[in-house]
């Protein structure tokens, strides 16, 4: 909006500049003046920093946006729990509230129900395949059933056939920056992975760029943004506490996964980093 004002301004600039020369002939137009050009520039150096500020602000909603989202899930799942005594999907009685998207459980894992109809889990408090269950994806299904999240989700794998195939805004919710999602899984206690620090995650929140015919998620934030929430939601730390980078290379100054006391690498801003939120419930 500045942006135009300023062009407005501008115009009227040439406008009364106009009426106050007098009449000229073809053969006497002249071009801009010294004065005139300098504008000229002055307002294009305002429209493009008016550009990048604009692209900053936004990106810094999505990033509070990711914060929020984190927040969001974990009030669901504990009012879930509240209500159902049981984690959401990993229900063994959620059929008795909401149909049976098909009666046979070796069935049931692959089917689409109609309207809220989905599929019990095996009510061991961890997400995982389970048998007649898609638990990573029912989880979704079950905190829209019970109210507890907007919109409906499949409860079941996409459409390439990975078990682990999520879709945004299908089978897991969409996140806040574009082509980003947000998926659960159960990790247990990792020690010695070429990616993940060591230490225990069981059932975590990831958050990334949704890769085709798998769960975990792409990169999607700089190390200053994954830094910046590790701040706001946990101890600031990469390799400790709630919060850590998926993966632990280019993201941090890590180079093996029992370096919990490595810092983020700051100086890279490029996207290398996606979020895990481990022991989320």
Request: with cysteine; net charge negative.
């Amino acid at each position: 909006m500045w942006s135009c004002t300023v062009a407005k301004m501008y115009s009227s600039f040439l406008s009364e500049t106009s009426r106050a020369q007098p009449a000229q002939s073809d053969s006497g137009i002249k071009g801009f003046s010294l004065v005139e050009l300098s504008i000229v520039l002055v307002i294009i150096g305002l429209i493009t920093g008016g550009v990048f500020v604009g692209r900053d602000l936004v990106r810094q909603a999505e990033i509070r946006a990711v914060s929020a989202d984190i927040e969001k899930y974990l009030s669901a799942i504990n009012s879930f729990k509240n209500k159902y005594e049981s984690i959401p999907g990993d229900m063994r009685n959620a059929q008795a509230y909401w149909g049976a998207a098909h009666v046979a459980p070796a069935n049931c894992i692959t089917t689409v129900g109609a309207g809220t109809a989905t599929c019990n889990g095996d009510n061991n408090a961890v997400i995982m395949m389970s048998v007649g269950s898609n638990e990573p994806f029912r989880f979704w299904q079950h905190l829209a059933n019970a109210a507890l999240l907007e919109g409906s989700f499949t409860g079941v794998t996409g459409p390439n056939g990975s078990t682990n195939d999520a879709v945004p805004g299908t089978n897991v919710p969409e996140g806040p920056i574009p082509g980003s999602g947000w998926s659960v899984f159960n990790w247990g206690i990792q020690s010695g992975s070429p990616s993940a620090f060591d230490g225990v995650y069981d059932n975590y929140l990831l958050f990334g760029i949704i890769q085709t015919n798998t769960i975990t998620s792409a990169a999607a934030l700089s190390p200053e943004e994954m830094a910046s929430l590790d701040i706001k939601l946990d101890d600031g730390r990469p390799g400790t506490g709630k919060v850590v980078p998926r993966q632990f290379s280019n993201c941090t100054t890590a180079t093996a996964s029992n370096q919990t006391n490595a810092n983020y690498a700051l100086t890279n801003q490029s996207l290398v980093c996606s979020l895990i939120y481990r022991q989320a419930f």
